[in-house]
T-cell receptor, first 109, second 114 residues
Framework: QQPVQSPQAVILREGEDAVINCSSSKALYSVHWYRQKHGEAPVFLMILLKGGEQKGHEKISASFNEKKQQSSLYLTASQLSYSGTYFCGTESGGNKLTFGGGTRVLVKP | EAQVTQNPRYLITVTGKKLTVTCSQNMNHEYMSWYRQDPGLGLRQIYYSMNVEVTDKGDVPEGYKVSRKEKRNFPLILESPSPNQTSLYFC?????????????FGQGTRLTVV
């Protein structure tokens, strides 16, 4: 079953913060985060494994709460380059990856 | 330079005419996968492979075949394409080891089946 991402879309001013959530109904082994700009291929940001370790990529970080089967992606002090659609991908064992519907992020000057 | 190469980038074909989309990676990754992306449905995994001669179904494998005879290549085969397979396809290559965590997507293949 597809993980649920929220919000579906967010508009930010440069320098503002945002949080994107990814929730699953299944127990999770790992959560992957990707960003895709319009007309381009997805770009891998980070993977989080069971254990709740927070990871970072530029000023983008993420956490993983395995008890709640949920991950959150934090966009801190957003830049124009952060615009795009963010996807979470979840793995519940067996190495199959299931993606959420995506969150569109628009960062305005 | 790390690269995942897909060919062709664009393809228009007719219903029932077998086709192959090639995917090749130069990073010696063990894990490779195929996705399709449709408006409103996001990315859906078709097949994945953990290593040579090891392939498994993703969420939407019907109508597709794959093979992994060599580590670097992971072709996607549509034996009898149908219009509902019109989509944007991505191949990806990944490493999920403790020492090396990375993933790269190919540039995509836009397939139209008429």
């Amino acid at each position: 079953q597809q993980p649920v991402q929220s919000p579906q879309a967010v508009i930010l001013r440069e320098g503002e913060d945002a949080v994107i959530n990814c929730s699953s109904s299944k127990a999770l082994y790992s959560v992957h985060w990707y960003r895709q700009k319009h007309g381009e291929a997805p770009v891998f940001l980070m993977i989080l494994l069971k254990g709740g370790e927070q990871k970072g990529h530029e000023k983008i970080s993420a956490s993983f709460n395995e008890k709640k089967q949920q991950s959150s992606l934090y966009l801190t002090a957003s830049q124009l380059s952060y615009s795009g659609t963010y996807f979470c991908g979840t793995e519940s064992g067996g190495n199959k990856l299931t993606f959420g519907g995506g969150t569109r992020v628009l960062v305005k000057p | 330079e790390a690269q995942v190469t897909q060919n062709p980038r664009y393809l228009i074909t007719v219903t029932g005419k077998k086709l192959t989309v090639t995917c090749s990676q130069n990073m010696n990754h063990e894990y490779m996968s195929w996705y399709r992306q449709d408006p409103g449905l996001g990315l859906r995994q078709i097949y994945y492979s953990m290593n040579v001669e090891v392939t498994d179904k993703g969420d939407v494998p019907e109508g597709y075949k794959v093979s992994r005879k060599e580590k670097r290549n992971f072709p996607l085969i549509l034996e009898s394409p149908s219009p509902n397979q019109t989509s944007l396809y991505f191949c990806a290559s990944s490493s999920w080891t403790e020492r090396n965590t990375e993933a790269f997507f190919g540039q995509g293949t836009r397939l139209t089946v008429v």
